[in-house]
């Protein structure tokens, strides 16, 4: 297994986890439902976790592919730049998740968070949510939208996946 193919893996956790915590972080916003919000923040947490594998890999994979013919540097650079607000901003959101994981379990095992706290994750949800969706989008071109794949140059014979 090289570190493009493990990239293409686990990118897909912190993605998947940040927008699966938001719309649950909404319903309990909505519900003000105890269970619910546990559920968001626990999955919240976990979207932190996952973000720095995710990241580490990229890099490896980045480095991996420098001297592939059809990746575009400039393409990955701009996802590259835009895994770095994601980096920070879903490590934040991670870590006042689980805060407020512990605040619900320990300090306060029958209430919810504090409106401070539910203020600061949905603000950090929302901007994690946007920062995800873009780098995905620009991950995703690197390969999907690469013109010289479309266009390879003189002496290349672009073959099928799987038809070798």
Sequence with gaps: MDWPYLHT???HFPIILTVVGCAV???AFI????GIWLYSVATLTLAGLSVYPADFSGDEASHALRGTWYVVRSMVAAHDESASYALVVLLILGAVSAYAWW???RRDPQGL???WLRITL???AVLGISVVTRTAY???KIIHESPLLKNPPAG???TAPGSQ
């Design 9 to 11: 893996l686990i990118n």
């Design 113 to 115: 968070p504090p409106q």
């Design 25 to 27: 972080l909404v319903l």
């Design 138 to 140: 620009l991950g995703g």
């Design 31 to 34: 519900t003000k439902r105890r």
């Design 122 to 124: 949905a603000v950090l």
């Design 156 to 158: 290349v014979v672009p």
């Design 103 to 105: 605040y619900m379990l």
